[in-house]
Nanobody, 122 residues
Framework: QVQLVESGGGLVQAEGSLSLSCAAS????????MGWFRQAPGKEREFVALIYYSGYTLYADSVKGRFTISRDNAKNTVYLQMNGLKPEDTAIYYC????????????????WGQGTQVTVSS
């Protein structure tokens, strides 16, 4: 089993920055596909970014050029650096992990964190 704990969320003004962390325990995630997803009020959860063990990354079009996903295998942690935040980025952000191939599809991920709230004020 893999346990994931997100942190770093909070309230920020538009055009500000936040850095989210996802700390894993239980197993080493160095070979896992790691993803970030988000769910805004009244909306379905959506893909944000992913990183594979090879370093391959993929981003949703809505965050491309503003968000950066990275991982530190020594710390068993994945990060999401968010710059140029917009009010529409307001959501609960979830970290997810899976041993399979990288995918945007949330149902492919076996392990999930509890989420961290990000609120962007205009």
């Amino acid at each position: 089993q893999v346990q994931l704990v997100e942190s770093g969320g909070g309230l920020v003004q538009a055009e500000g920055s936040l850095s989210l962390s996802c700390a894993a325990s239980g197993r080493t995630i160095s070979s896992y596909a790691m993803g970030w997803f988000r769910q805004a009020p009244g909306k379905e959860r959506e893909f944000v970014a992913l990183i594979y063990y090879s370093g391959y990354t993929l981003y949703a079009d809505s965050v491309k050029g503003r968000f950066t996903i990275s991982r530190d295998n020594a710390k068993n942690t994945v990060y999401l650096q968010m710059n140029g935040l917009k009010p529409e980025d307001t959501a609960i952000y979830y970290c997810a992990a899976d041993q399979g191939r990288p995918t945007r599809k949330e149902y492919e991920y076996a392990y999930w964190g509890q989420g961290t709230q990000v609120t962007v004020s205009s």
